[in-house]
């Protein structure tokens, strides 16, 4: 999904109106079913490397999407009883990622 949302938009986007958005979706869906958010990213981070997998056959990305979603979640969890903080620092990190991997890139 991001992937595809990505190739429409700029790469300073890229790292910060796609985490927004993914975390907001992520914790918000967590939240309303009143689900811990761990499994909610795990999934996400999931479906979201295996697609990018396939379509560059690089098959580490799954690995790192699994762990980047996974730790995202996991401190979505630690802040749970705040759900406001717990999205923004989740959106902070996982901004930060983008913009470590798009610098490391050259693509900003």
Known sequence: ?????NNRLSQ?????????????????????FNVSPIPVHIIFGFA??????VSSKNYWLLGN??????IYGAV?????????LANFVSFLLHAL???YILKKTKKI
């Open 48 to 53: 979201e490397g295996l697609q990018e997998s």
């Open 97 to 99: 990622y983008n913009t």
């Open 76 to 84: 979505a969890f630690i802040l749970w009883q705040r759900p406001l």
């Open 12 to 32: 300073k986007a890229d790292s910060l109106f796609i985490p927004l958005i993914e975390e907001t979706l992520k914790n918000g869906l967590a939240y309303i």
């Open 1 to 5: 999904m991001a992937l595809s949302i």
């Open 65 to 70: 999407a699994l762990l980047g979603h996974g």
